[in-house]
Nanobody
Framework: QVQLVESGGGLVQAGGSLRLSCAAS????????MGWFRQAPGKEREFIAS????????NYAGSVKGRFTISRDNAKNTVYLHMNTLKPEDTAVYLC????????????????????WGQGTQVTVSS
């Protein structure tokens, strides 16, 4: 089992920045690809970004490319999501997820790929 705990969410004005963290425990963190997703009320869960086990391969949704950056620190068992130039439409619960399979960008963009999920952290962007 892998336990994931997100933190860093909050209320921010449009144009502002936040850094989300996801701390993992329970298994060897470097054996897992990591992803960030978000879910707004009444909407489906949306892929945001993924990062491979070593951190060498990253992938982003078009809606956040150039504004968000995913990174990981395997020594700290933590994955991060740096969010800049936030917009009201970025408002959602942000969830991190872990997957122990191959580091395929295609599959890592699909929520069904992931084996473990955190509880999420709320991000609210005011206009």
């Amino acid at each position: 089992q892998v336990q994931l705990v997100e933190s860093g969410g909050g209320l921010v004005q449009a144009g502002g920045s936040l850094r989300l963290s996801c701390a993992a425990s329970g298994r060897t963190f470097s054996n897992y690809n990591m992803g960030w997703f978000r879910q707004a009320p009444g909407k489906e869960r949306e892929f945001i970004a993924s990062i491979s086990k070593s951190g060498g391969i990253t992938n982003y949704a078009g809606s956040v490319k150039g504004r968000f950056t995913i990174s990981r620190d395997n020594a700290k068992n933590t994955v991060y999501l740096h969010m800049n130039t936030l917009k009201p439409e970025d408002t959602a619960v942000y969830l991190c997820a872990a997957d122990g399979g191959p580091s395929s960008a295609y599959y890592l963009a699909r929520s069904q790929t992931y084996d473990y999920w955190g509880q999420g952290t709320q991000v609210t962007v005011s206009s």
